[in-house]
C-alpha cells in the first residue's frame, strides 16, 4: 500500500562535519522502506563552513535531497517556519536535526504512525525508546528542569518536547503556521501548544537516539533565551497579549544581547499562488 508524501526538513548551521551521513542513511533507508513519495529539505542559514558545498555533493547522489538558503541568522526555529512555509506540497511534513541524533528507522516508524493522527513527535522519555550516549548530567539536569517548567506553565502532558524529530500532517501546519514566531530552540513549545490549541492530536512515541558531541549551542544562552520564548508564548495566549506589543522593542534588544535572533512577527495566515510560485523558486 502506498503511503502518504512526505517532506523532511533538515535545520542546519555549520554542519559540514556532521549532516553527511546523517543524508545519506535517511535518503538510503527510506528509499528501501518508505512507499510513498519523500524529499528531504535542508534548510541552511548563517553557515560559516562548507555545508552548503556538502549538501550539494550528497544531493548529485540523492535527487531526492534539495536545499534553500535563508541568508538572515534566523535560529533553528526561525529556519524551521521558513522551511514549513517553503516545503513543497505533502501530505506530511516533519523535521530532524542534521547530527543525525534520532535514527532513520525511527523517524520511519514516527511517519509510519502519523497516518492515523496529526501529530507525532519522538521521545527519548517513553518506554522502546533507546538511548545510545547519555547526555552530560549538566544538559540531563538543565532538560528537566526545562520540562517542569514547560509541564507547568502549558499542561501538555508531554514528557519530551524537546526531541529533534517530529512529523505532522501537512494540513495542521498550514492551519497553525500564522501563530508560529519562536526562533530559538524553544520553537518546539510553540509548534506543540499552538497544535494542541487548534484542537489536533499529538502522540509521543519511541526512539533510537545518540547524543552527539559538535553541537554549535552554548547552553546557559541558550537556557536563558529559551526560558523567554516559553514565557513569551503562554503570554500570548493569555489576557495580558498586549504587553508584549508594548514591550517589543524591549524584548528584540534583549535577544539581541544574547545573541540570539529574536521572535519573529506574525506571518501571513495563507499561502497564496503567489507565495507557491517563490516557493518553488526558493528551493533548488
Ligand atoms: N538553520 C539553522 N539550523 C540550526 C541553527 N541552530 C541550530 N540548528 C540546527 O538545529 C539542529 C539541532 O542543533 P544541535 O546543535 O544538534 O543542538 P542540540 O541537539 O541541542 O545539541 P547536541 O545535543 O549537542 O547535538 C541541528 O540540525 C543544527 O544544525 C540555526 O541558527 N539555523
Ligand atoms: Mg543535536
Redesign the pocket.
Known amino acids: 500500500m502506498t503511503r502518504p508524501s512526505l517532506v523532511i526538513l ?6 559540514e562535519g ?2 553527511t551521513p546523517t543524508l545519506v542513511k535517511y535518503a538510503t533507508y527510506f528509499r528501501e522502506h518508505y512507499q510513498g513519495e519523500f524529499k528531504i529539505l535542508v ?5 560559516r563552513d562548507r555545508t552548503l558545498d556538502v549538501v550539494q555533493g550528497v544531493a548529485r547522489d540523492f535527487p531526492e535531497i534539495t536545499w534553500t538558503v ?1 541568508e538572515a ?4 526555529g ?3 517556519i521558513e522551511g514549513l512555509r517553503l516545503a513543497p506540497d505533502a501530505e506530511l511534513i516533519g523535521y ?4 543525525g ?1 534520532t535514527d532513520a528507522a525511527s523517524f520511519f516508524q514516527l511517519a509510519e504512525r502519523c497516518r492515523s493522527t496529526d501529530c507525532v513527535i519522538g521521545s527519548r522519555r517513553v518506554t522502546g525508546s533507546v538511548i545510545h550516549q547519555l ?1 552530560p548530567s549538566q ?1 540531563l539536569l538543565a532538560s528537566r528542569v526545562f520540562h517542569i517548567i514547560v509541564e507547568l506553565l502549558f499542561g501538555m502532558r508531554i514528557q519530551d518536547t ?1 526531541c ?1 524529530a517530529k512529523v505532522m500532517r501537512m494540513a495542521a501546519v498550514r492551519q497553525i503556521h500564522s501563530t508560529l514566531n519562536i526562533a530559538d ?1 524553544a520553537f518546539d513549545i510553540n509548534l506543540l501548544y499552538s497544535l494542541k490549541r487548534a484542537g489536533f492530536r499529538i502522540v509521543e512515541a519511541p526512539v533510537a537516539w545518540t ?7 552554548r547552553y546557559f544562552r ?1 537556557s536563558l533565551v529559551m526560558f523567554l520564548s516559553i514565557v513569551r508564548v503562554r503570554i500570548i495566549y493569555s489576557p495580558f497579549y498586549f504587553v508584549l506589543k508594548l514591550l517589543r522593542p524591549l524584548e528584540t534588544m534583549v535577544y539581541r544581547a544574547l545573541r540570539n ?1 529574536p521572535p519573529r512577527p506574525p506571518s501571513k495566515p495563507e499561502i497564496d499562488r503567489a507565495d507557491a510560485v517563490r516557493r518553488a523558486a526558493a528551493i533548488r
Open positions: 533538515v535545520p542546519a548551521y555549520n554542519e556532521r549532516i534548510v541552511l542559514n548563517g553557515c535563508i541568522p534566523v535560529g533553528k526561525g529556519a524551521l530532524t536535526d542534521a547530527d541524533s547526555q544538559r524537546q529533534g530552540m547524543d552527539h558531541l559538535g553541537s554549535t549551542v541558550t535572533p
